[in-house]
């Protein structure tokens, strides 16, 4: 599921779609191939089991839903590594003995903001598991998984991602799109905009997604070429001169005969009325300080880009993000002045594959280019950097993913989108004051939660 509101307008990005072919000779692969899934190269995920020389753990998979002591309760967990301390600290002075291993973006920040962006690096953790039914269906689509009409759709079953041995850009990029994600989510979460001169804007939402193909019964999940991907309900409770503007709506599967649909209540009108179509580059108010696809780094229609597969390669990432979630944590304790505190940042080393996206000539939108660094044992995408029309760095964000025992997946935390020419920051899905409204993970929802319908009742 992959969703994200403006203050006035709800904007469910459609993103990028490739100049690459739709042929099926470029998707499926043998059974042979499909075989070796879950055996001793590769995880059932596709990812490579082995470590490295260099630190990347080797995959062990020894915690499969939860971990031991854990159980599988609902709320803020420390995690099983709460007690490691980190190895080292990358830092302006020291970086260039890390460069190798450190996206631009990273070393951007470093170099721009030398007092208040490091990067703690911990062991690198290579430890969870997906259920059995996730890696059956990722099987399934190694052997059956398309792209379809131009690119705009796949086909396969859904509650896993459908390439797992993607061949081209367009194939990882739908990979980014359909990971493996909660079922559903509710939470009130927290934003903070961060400007260049040290002021800060709040803002606050009760959000709640569902997603009907990562349902964790057989009989209830669905096909990708089904027509919904998922629902969503967001309403501002702050500003107050924002509290009641609600947005529900759906994202379809395939964009090539359908979009993003959202319907809004505006309490000044007490009625609900359909959205304009919002995507794409366009600016997420008050402050504009990123774009609506740029919600979990990537999201929605791949049709404003050509995408290239540049392959694995080895880089510090945000992992195992726990600490920064916690509700002992203060929004005083976690925001500065140019970005989140680094203390609660954990970082480690692991091979990510790096997807390139290059902006098709006659379409609009204000990146050029963006690159994408997505995690090989989730597909997650944990890191994006992202660039202007002249081909220089602009936007760096990245995402704090935590292992959620009640959804038996990773779920994302803080999410930090910088802004390096306005030396601007934005800080969402913060969960850490809200109380008993922290993320609930896989209870259950109802299509009828999120109908235009039942928004007008809620509006009267």
């Known amino acids: 599921m992959h969703v994200q509101t403006a203050l006035r307008h709800l904007a469910i990005a459609t993103m990028a779609v490739s100049a690459l072919g739709t042929s099926s000779a470029f998707a499926k692969v043998s059974a042979e191939k499909a075989a070796e899934l879950g055996g001793e190269k590769y995880t059932c995920m596709g990812a490579i089991r082995a470590g490295s020389e260099s630190g990347v753990a080797e995959y062990t998979g020894k915690f499969q839903g939860t971990w031991p002591g854990a159980g599988n309760k609902g709320g803020y967990l420390p995690g099983p590594y709460a007690d490691e301390e980190a190895l080292f600290t990358i830092n302006a002075s020291n970086m260039a003995e890390y460069a190798d291993k450190l996206t631009p973006g990273q070393k951007a920040l470093l170099q721009k903001y030398p007092d208040d962006f490091y990067m703690k690096v911990y062991p690198s953790r290579r430890d969870f598991a997906f259920q059995d039914w996730v890696c059956d269906v990722v099987k399934q689509n190694a052997t059956s998984a398309e792209l379809v009409d131009g690119g705009l759709g796949i086909t396969g079953t859904t509650g896993g991602h459908a390439f797992p041995f993607p061949k081209n850009g367009l194939e990882a990029i739908w990979n980014v799109i359909n990971p493996h994600r909660a079922w559903t989510e509710q939470a009130v979460y927290d934003i903070r905009n961060v400007y260049s001169d040290g002021q800060v804007a709040n803002g606050r939402v009760r959000y709640m997604t569902l997603n009907p193909g990562n349902h964790p019964a057989a009989d209830q999940r669905s096909s990708y070429t089904d027509k919904i991907n998922a629902y969503f309900y967001q309403e501002y409770l702050e500003p107050p001169r924002d509290a009641g503007f609600t947005a529900v709506g759906y994202q379809p599967n395939n964009f090539s005969d359908d979009a993003t649909n959202s319907w809004q209540y505006q309490p000044g009108l007490r009625r609900v009325r359909q959205a304009p179509e919002v995507g794409f580059d366009y600016p ?23 995408w290239r597969l540049v392959g694995r390669k080895e880089f510090y990432v945000p992992y195992h993000n726990f600490k920064i979630n916690d509700p002992a944590l203060s929004y005083d304790d976690l925001i500065g002045k140019r970005t989140i505190n680094p203390d609660y940042v954990r970082y480690e080393l692991h091979r990510v594959w790096v997807i390139e996206g290059t902006q098709k000539e006659g379409v609009r939108h204000n990146y050029g280019k963006r690159v994408v660094y997505a995690d090989e044992d989730t597909w997650l995408a944990l890191w994006a950097d992202n660039y202007d029309k002249r081909g220089e760095l602009w936007r760096v964000n990245f995402v704090n993913y935590f292992f959620s025992p009640q959804s038996q997946t990773f779920h994302r935390g803080a999410t930090i989108y910088h802004d390096l020419t306005a030396q601007t920051y934005e800080a969402g899905y913060l969960v850490n004051e809200s109380g008993d409204n922290w993320w609930k993970l896989n209870e259950p929802l109802k299509p009828s939660n999120f109908s235009p319908e039942g928004l007008a009742r809620r509006g009267r």
Do not use: K, T
């Not at 740029?294 to 791949?302: I, K, M, Q, V």
């Open 284 to 306: 997420v108010p008050p402050a504009g300080m990123r774009n609506v696809d740029d919600d979990y780094l990537f999201n929605g229609s791949p049709e404003r880009f050509s």
